[in-house]
């Protein structure tokens, strides 16, 4: 069966640090860019980040630019989202997402998301 | 506010046909960046809808059809169903931004 599963999700401190973990299978996961797209409760959907299938480039929102990190281990076929600096913003579901391509990147699987909550 | 801006709601009685607007810019749709469709059912992760503008990805209707033109797109719905009722979203990339962006998000209530 083709389908993500993410983990990792929890209660974090503002100014802690979280990594996600993106599972991914049914899909030859090394052939693919990758990408984390977030839901703050109640809002709408979020680019985060993205892995390019030929693993050459990485891309991040303005909003976590710095603070975020995005990397992939295709031997485990998983991805993942090293999450630093954490602000009561960065509340959300945090989907993992295939990504396929025309003339821009679209995400054609979506996991069930795992829920960051920012808070003290 | 959204780069791409998408009306907040809309709402239909069954039967009916919807129309969702996506309207952006130079620098994303009217670039000729594609824009692509997602529906989010209550509670549940988003899911592919309409990719490339005007594709739809096997086992979608043919009741969802988009198109898209100069710095606009517009998702259509027709013989619409009860479930049906649930957020949409466009989406596509912006060479100003570097970015892939997602439309506000439209809730379509079926009456």
């Known amino acids: 069966e083709v389908q993500l599963l993410e983990s990792g999700g929890g209660l974090v401190q503002p100014g802690g640090s979280r990594r996600l973990s993106c599972a991914a299978s049914g899909f030859t996961f090394s052939t693919y860019a990758m990408s984390w797209v977030r839901q703050a409760p109640g809002k709408g959907l979020e680019w985060v980040s993205g892995?390019?299938?030929?693993?050459?480039?990485?891309y991040y929102a303005d909003s976590v630019k710095g603070r975020f990190t995005i990397s992939r281990d295709n031997s485990k076929n998983t991805l993942y989202l090293q999450m630093n600096s954490l602000r009561a913003e960065d509340t959300a579901v945090y989907y993992c997402?295939?990504?396929?391509?025309?003339?821009?990147?679209?995400?054609?699987?979506w996991g069930r998301g795992t829920l960051i909550t920012v808070s003290s | 506010q959204s780069v791409l801006t998408q009306p907040p709601s809309v709402s239909g009685a069954p039967g009916q046909r919807v129309t969702i607007s996506c309207t952006g810019s130079?620098?994303?749709?009217?670039?000729?960046?594609?824009v692509h469709w997602y529906q989010q059912l209550p509670g549940t992760a988003p899911k592919l809808l309409i990719y490339?503008?005007?594709n739809r990805p096997s086992g979608v209707p043919d009741r969802f059809s988009s198109s898209k033109s100069g710095t606009s797109a517009s998702l259509a719905i027709t013989g619409l169903q009860a479930e049906d009722e649930a957020d949409y979203y466009c989406?596509?990339?912006?060479?100003?931004?570097?970015?892939?962006?997602f439309g506000g998000g439209t809730k379509l209530t079926v009456l």
């Open positions: 989406q596509s990339y912006d060479s100003s931004l570097s970015a892939w962006l």
């Open positions: 892995f390019s299938g030929s693993g050459t480039g990485t």
């Open positions: 130079s620098s994303n749709i009217g670039a000729g960046y594609d």
């Open positions: 997402v295939k990504v396929s391509v025309t003339t821009s990147w679209y995400f054609d699987l």
């Open positions: 490339g503008n005007s």
